[in-house]
């Protein structure tokens, strides 16, 4: 053995291996920074590896054989083995080494230092803004509606041209009172200018001063200064963003682009305090909210997004069981029918369309149509992407699911809203340590969310933790999550009394209004003719709308073998053969929000 190693080094097969791994690592840190430029895949450099992989025992095959030299190639039989001789070769070959491996580090450096995504030259969209909650200064400090709204508003407007790269508004809101410094706020957001300002009202006057900075200087590139009557505020939006547009040099592709939807002065203001109040999710605010959109649309009855508002509250309110179930969600489809009946080009009203089509219809044909109809007006709307994904999952196509909900966090990283969705998907999909991942990062936005302990529960029973299922569940906030909780998690222990008093406290207080909830906890436990008693029972008091969740939910895997769960499905029109007739196509998405 020790002679074959010495023969190795005589021969110099040991510089050849360092020379062909120095040479085969640099070619891969070529080929990973210069194939996105040509649009190619990681795939081409695993292959890349593969073939480098298989090619090197073939080199030092010819290396034993052969020993290259600067300027030829030789046989090592030909070769004065003569000490003296053989060690000016042998220098020569270190030399080579050490310049290939000097270059490897050299692009090492370049690559991590230079090339890296912090690099100041390597940063946002030049296209790109975010825009920031305006400042209320009146006096009194009542006008916060009215700030939000018009900020809000103006994010609206803008994200209407293609050419501009809009944060979301949840992300941008974030910021609210956050203390960040500019530049600091449009790297988290990815952008490269910031819309600032602030609003005060007197009576029937307004003074809204508006401000564009660029984020890498901090300098102020447009600013200005509206004094004007109220009920000039249309015109006003409309000429700030086309001011923001114009100075960010993004393409205006028409006047139809910006359409300022007008509406009755005091329509507006109710409009906006409805839409605030319905923004903090609390149920006394929602029915408020719901008192003053009614109103706004008793003075102004063709303001469309006021109708497509009012609907999104009275189907929020049906699902959260704030209302009557049934009540709700055909008030809701009322009312967004109203809204694209005034304004057939508002694209929020279809998405509300579609929502009630798939959620209360169970009428999924009708509800992709309006969604393919909502992506013709506005191809890259958040609300339309995260209702496309909701349908594919359902319908089974759970990874395009998940990269239409992977696009939505990409554009808006810091809405909790989009970050559970796609907690959810990842669940749906049985890629547990990433919706795990993902519930922790929606308590970090926002650590009150409704459900998302009880969801992280349920990853740690599905993956055997149970003892720490039953510790997060009782720190839900939700009653009868907490509940229900105890009796999955109580079975799992072997505590078979604690189970069945919590199950029954489930049925007692929450069976008649969820029975979903009931069947879940009946099914975890293998007792399938009760599971299959309230899902009949869930049915029959809400139809087929739930067949979404049916499908995806893992407490029901224990189902899923039984023959009573496909014809269960196929009688609310959800089997595999049903559910594959319908096509729904997504618009391209935009890559640099993807990157």
Request: net charge negative; with cysteine.
């Amino acid at each position: 053995m020790k002679g074959f190693i010495a023969e190795l080094r005589r021969r110099n097969v040991h510089r050849a291996a360092i020379a062909y791994l120095a040479v085969a690592w640099l070619l891969v840190q070529v080929l990973e920074t210069t194939l996105p430029i040509y649009d190619l895949d990681e795939s081409h450099i695993r292959w890349v590896v593969l073939a480098l992989l298989i090619g090197f025992i073939p080199a030092l095959c010819l290396a034993w054989v052969f020993e290259w030299s600067p300027g030829r190639l030789r046989a090592q039989a030909d070769i004065d083995r003569d000490p003296e001789i053989a060690g000016g070769g042998s220098r020569k070959s270190d030399l080579v080494i050490i310049a290939v491996l000097a270059m490897a580090v050299l692009f090492f450096a370049i690559d991590k230092f230079l090339l890296s995504p912090a690099s100041p030259w390597i940063g946002p969209p030049t296209k790109s803004i975010a825009v920031l909650p305006f400042d209320d200064m009146t006096a009194a400090q009542d006008q916060a509606y009215f700030a939000d709204g018009l900020a809000e508003e103006l994010l609206n407007l803008l994200a209407q041209n293609p050419a501009l790269r809009v944060a979301a508004r949840t992300s941008s809101f974030n910021f609210r009172h956050s203390g960040l410094a500019i530049s600091d706020i449009a790297s988290q957001l990815n952008v490269s200018h910031v819309l600032e300002g602030s609003v005060r009202r007197d009576g029937e006057q307004v003074r809204i001063t508006v401000q564009l900075i660029e984020a890498s200087s901090g300098f102020h590139v447009w600013s200005e200064t509206y004094e004007e009557a109220y009920s000039d505020i249309f015109s006003i939006q409309d000429r700030i963003s086309r001011q923001v547009s114009a100075t960010l040099e993004a393409a205006i592709l028409g006047d139809q682009l910006y359409r300022v939807r007008q509406a009755d002065p005091h329509a507006y203001t109710l409009y906006l305090k409805g839409r605030y109040l319905a923004r903090s999710g609390s149920p006394e605010k929602m029915m408020e909210a719901t008192k003053l959109l009614r109103k706004a649309l008793d003075i102004d009855s063709r303001y469309a997004p006021a109708w497509a508002e009012l609907s999104g509250l009275y189907q929020n309110q049906a699902a959260e069981g704030l209302i009557d179930y049934d009540h709700g969600y055909r008030q809701g489809r009322e009312a967004a029918q109203r809204a694209v009946s005034v304004d057939p080009d508002y694209a929020p009203g279809y998405d509300q369309l579609a929502w009630a089509a798939f959620w209360y219809d169970a009428d999924v044909e009708a509800a992709i149509d309006y969604l393919q109809k909502g992506f013709q007006l506005q191809p890259q709307n958040l609300d339309l992407a995260s209702g496309a994904a909701t349908i594919l999952q359902s319908l089974g196509r759970i990874d395009e699911a998940i990269k239409l909900h992977e696009y939505s966090v990409a554009a808006s990283p810091l809405d909790a809203v989009a970050t559970y969705n796609l907690a959810l998907a990842y669940k749906y999909a049985n890629r547990l340590d990433e919706a795990e991942q993902a519930f922790h990062s929606v308590l970090r936005l926002s650590p009150e969310y409704a459900n998302v302990r009880y969801h992280l529960g349920e990853i740690l029973l599905l993956t055997g933790r149970t003892e720490e299922a039953l510790a997060i569940w009782a720190t839900e906030n939700d009653a009868t999550h907490r509940v229900k909780g105890r009796a999955l998690a109580y079975y799992s222990l072997g505590q078979q009394t604690q189970a069945a008093t919590a199950l029954d406290e489930l049925i007692d207080q929450w069976g008649k209004k969820w029975p979903s909830e009931v069947a879940h906890v009946y099914a975890w436990r293998g007792e399938l003719d009760e599971a299959f008693r309230w899902l009949e029972l869930e049915y029959a008091t809400y139809g087929a709308g739930g067949w979404g969740e049916w499908k995806l939910q893992p407490l029901y895997n224990n189902l899923r073998p039984d023959p009573r769960w496909q014809a269960f499905l196929a009688r609310a029109g959800a089997s595999d053969a049903q559910l594959a007739r319908y096509q729904l196509e997504v618009p391209a998405l935009d890559q640099e929000i993807v990157r």
